[in-house]
């Protein structure tokens, strides 16, 4: 099943090794909430580090993305992993709400600079043609260190909620070491082509008519897929679930993406990368709107499983798309503002989805869901004649009857 995989360049597999490493430490985030408990922080004053935290997702992917073109992809990645090692001293460390609330910001926008650059690089290392495997990679690494990071984290905050900050401070450190010692050093494809015009903002990324029409379509989906960090655990508790219902469904997810992307990748690397794409986010837009109508431990997990396999199904094809448009010397704004869109998206579902799942009610969420998922995804499937023309990738052939005509 791992067929896809192969042949992909040593810094494919290093990025995807050390993005691991990395994801296991992510392990202070989802625990938060009951480390600033544990520090004596009122329910009243939780919202401003959380809130804090936010919006340094929204400022570590555009520098990220900017320094990548800028400086490199190495010294970035380096930047963000020992910037974040730092973040997690002074949070743990920090001696009241404020200095929690900077450390909290620091600590996401140091973490988010990370994958734009990564994503420039692997961007760099590949061939048009195995951008979409290169990506599912390292999207498969992400859940990977994800899901036994949720695993650790359980096991070590009963220990002791340093044990977290040490882990964390371990992981991102060991990926620092693996980026100096085994990725390729310089600029990457960060410099300039002559007669280049993407100068050195982000003016490269909304002056591309592609780029505009994106990035809104895939921040719906991503709004949507947030709706199940923040509006599935408030459908569970207001069905009187216990929080274990909400940990098998985490579980659930993890265990399913991490052992069916390589396969769906595999199965469906013969078809053309954009109606894959449509497909599976109308699978996932529909999993996540049917929440809707769960109402016990068994039909939660069948929309879970659902929406998992949507979610396998994606794998990175995203960000290959956003690689295969950018300019060779603006693929880290590229990658950054797919990032930083990632990062308004889930923004936007913490504040805007509990707020209309509190106000306006649960059915008004997952009608959203269906509707605006199905419609977003059909959009970037209206685009597909534009994106093929512009990134002329080849395609692989999906009928015997075209198999026939090539031979010819």
Sequence with gaps: MLSTFSGLPRTAWIIFAGTVVNRLGYVITPFLVFYLGSRGVTPEQTPYVLGALGAGNLIGPAVGGLLADRVGRRPTMLTGLIGTAVAQGLLFAAPNVVTLALAAMLLSAAGSMVSPAAGALLT????????????????????????????????????????????????????AVIVVTMLPGGRGGAAPAAGSTSGTGYGVVFRDPLM????????????????????????????????????????????????????????????????????????????????????????YAGTVALWSVGEAMVGGISGAIIASLAPADARGRYQGSFQWTWGIARFIALAAGTAVYATAGPAVVWWFSAIAGIAAALGVGVMAPRIAHRTATPEPVTTPELASAASS
């Design 124 to 175: 760099d290392s590949v061939t048009a043609d195995r951008r979409r495997a290169a990506f599912s990679l390292f999207h498969w690494a992400i859940n990977i260190g994800t899901a036994a990071a949720g695993i650790l984290g359980g096991f070590l905050a009963t220990h002791g909620y340093w044990m977290l900050f040490a882990l964390d401070a371990a992981a991102v450190l060991t990926y």
């Design 212 to 299: 505009r029409v994106l990035l809104p379509l895939f921040g719906i989906g991503l709004v949507i897929y947030s709706f199940t960090e923040v509006c599935l655990p408030l459908a569970i508790r207001d069905h009187g679930l216990p929080p274990t219902a909400l940990g098998m469904m985490a579980t659930l997810n993890a265990v399913l993406v991490v052992v069916l992307q390589p396969i769906a990748t595999n199965v469906l690397s013969r078809f053309r990368q954009i109606p894959v794409y449509v497909v599976a986010s109308v699978i996932t837009a529909t999993g996540i709107a049917l929440t809707g109508v769960a109402d016990n431990v068994w039909s």
